[in-house]
């Protein structure tokens, strides 16, 4: 696991509830802003800073040009040499299992008395940057909880993940201690040799583990991954088509590496559960592009960068206002 100095996320703050602060229209360049490389910690902040950041329509325009692009430009080119490091481990200096008193995994309002739990693998963690600046500017805590590289899906498939079980079942019980007012999960689903049966009702039993703890939960469903079959190595693809960036796409969904997104909204509906899919902010509904607006939008195969989930924090904070105003109601109430 690469790790650097501590680098605080590059992301604005955004308001929880009112997203009454308009953003600026997107430009013809589509440039993502540049200037987001600091955590801030108040809610004023958020207020002045929201308008750097994407609407939900901006997106669903950039992500729609997106396929056209063939090219690396000058900023997208120089962001080549350096996004390998612009995922969230690195930046954050989060160690390789969360728990909820490790340090490097608290984020948000540390001093606040409400609780909100991010819950999963790399994939979970990667949104950290879209949903943190919503947990600072409505005073949450946020508490990262879990391990790189166990699914949360482990019951039913142990076999495929050494020690995850374990791992996993300490996990909600560190969770049920902390007594959040929501949990909020993801993970990579991407892998072979489990059914969607299977997946679903290992999804199902951890949810099942979570209900002691009273919170509200919400799924994030898992992206569609540039894997071996289609992309062997995406950002050693854009360096080789500089000028034929979509010969580096993959399609939505990705048939080389399927996922278990189906199974997880399954899981999550049964539940009544909240659940959110991602995919149309990264893909159109035939093609994943790598490259959107003026940005490379992922640091490998498999995760979104720092810049471009803080990028996604408007959009992000639209999809859970509702969930996590219910949840913190209950909790204040």
Known sequence: MRRAGAILLGASLVALFVWA?????????????????????????AASLIRKFASLNQVEKLVAAS???????????????????????????????????TRGCVFGDAGSDVAVVLFGDSHARMW??????????????????GRTGCSLAIHRISQMFGGCASVIASDIKVIDAIRPAAIIMSDRTSYTGMTHAQWQAGLTETIDGLRPSGAKVAM?????????????????????????????????????????????????????????????????????????????????????????AAYLSGVMGSALSKFLGAAILDKRT
């Open 128 to 145: 950290l940057p879209a949903i943190a600046p919503v947990a600072t500017a409505d005073h949450l805590k946020l508490v990262v909880i």
């Open 21 to 45: 602060v308009p953003f600026h229209a997107a430009s013809s360049v589509a440039r993502f802003p540049t200037g987001a490389s600091t955590t801030t910690t108040t809610s004023e902040t």
């Open 220 to 308: 994030i469903g898992d992206i569609q991954v540039f894997d071996p079959g289609m992309v062997s190595d995406l950002l050693e693809c854009l360096a080789v088509h500089t000028t034929a960036v979509q010969d580096c796409a993959v399609s939505n969904p990705n048939r080389a590496a399927p996922g278990q997104e189906q199974a997880e909204e399954r899981a999550t509906s049964l539940a009544h559960d909240l659940y959110i899919n991602p995919t149309p902010w990264l893909c159109t509904r035939q093609t994943c592009s790598p490259v959107i607006g003026d940005n490379i939008v992922y640091w490998d195969a498999a995760h979104v960068s720092v810049r471009y």
């Open 67 to 101: 396929v056209k692009i063939q090219r690396l430009n000058a900023h997208t080119s120089d962001e080549l040499s350096r996004i390998y490091w612009d995922d969230v481990d690195t930046v954050d200096g989060i160690p390789i299992t969360c728990r909820s008193a």
